[in-house]
């Protein structure tokens, strides 16, 4: 089949930003509240939840939100124009499967949204550690990060956050192929994908990538507000030294939840309303 296309698509970049935002809005951010603190703290979710609401009282579901939260809405942006130029360019050039050039591309696109996403994470994972301040707006927070670790200290957790975004997305898109093509073989090759196989097969390959759960909890411990100013490798060590592969593994329900969820706004979504601009 020829592949034709006049230029990248630059839709995609307007896309990307309002997916995150929907899916933030709506649940997104609080599972990823919920989630962040439990592999910091070690804390029941129940618990997470009734503290965080003594707090803040309603406002607690949006706890770190703003700014930083909300900022992260750009990171949808080179998640979606990446992955999507990344996977034209393999079609174009070669005869690889479609699951593998979704394990590639999805790579590609976790580690352009890694450099992204980490300053935002640390900022936003502050906001939502720091029990002893009030999580409506946690502007501060970047005053006095950089006065202390200097701009530095936004990318802190960096590395790990490479590894993780990189695996992460390079799952989710094979899974999503690997589903697609599994959904096309039982009802023919002319079969089109409905909105309910798109969303469907994201949020199988969102819930999938929770093999990079490992990364997940290191970034978080790397990150939280009362850790001390060490590398990420002795992080890991001292994670394991007190409790062991758990110390990884925090937090796995509410990101098994979350990732499908998030996968299904921005990829199955996405999607959808991309090829509905095209037409």
């Not at 969820?261 to 090829?275: F, Q």
Request: aromatic fraction near 12%.
């Amino acid at each position: 089949m020829e592949i034709k296309r006049s230029r990248p698509p630059f839709e995609k970049i307007m896309i990307g930003p309002f997916l995150v935002l929907g899916e933030m809005t709506i649940f997104g951010h609080y599972m990823e509240s919920l989630k962040i603190t439990k592999q910091a703290t070690g804390k029941s979710y129940p618990e997470i939840a009734r503290q965080f609401w003594k707090i803040d009282g309603p406002m607690s579901f949006y706890r770190g939100f703003y700014p930083y939260g909300l900022l992260q809405m750009g990171k949808g942006v080179p998640v979606v124009f990446t992955q999507g130029e990344i996977k034209y360019r393999l079609d174009m050039n070669t005869n690889l499967s479609n699951t593998n050039k979704g394990i590639i591309s999805g790579i590609t696109a976790g580690m352009s949204e890694a450099f992204v996403s980490t300053p935002l994470q640390r900022l936003k994972t502050l906001a939502m550690t720091n029990t002893k301040l009030k999580g409506a707006n946690t502007t501060p927070i970047l005053f006095d990060l950089i006065k202390k670790e200097g701009i530095i200290g936004l990318y802190k957790g960096l590395p790990p956050m490479l590894m993780k975004r990189s695996f992460d997305w390079g799952i989710r898109f094979g899974t999503i192929s690997k589903c697609n093509q599994i959904i096309k073989n039982r009802n023919g090759p002319d079969y089109q994908l409905t909105a309910f196989d798109k969303i469907g097969t994201s949020f199988v390959g969102g819930a999938i990538s929770c093999f990079s759960m490992p990364f997940d909890s290191w970034i978080a411990n790397c990150q939280k507000h009362d850790q001390k100013n060490i590398n990420a490798i002795q992080v890991a060590k001292n994670m394991y030294h007190q409790e062991g592969i758990k110390s990884f593994t925090r937090g796995l329900v509410m990101r098994l939840f979350h990732s499908g969820w998030y996968t299904a706004w921005v990829v199955g979504l996405g999607g959808i309303i991309y090829d509905n601009i095209k037409k």
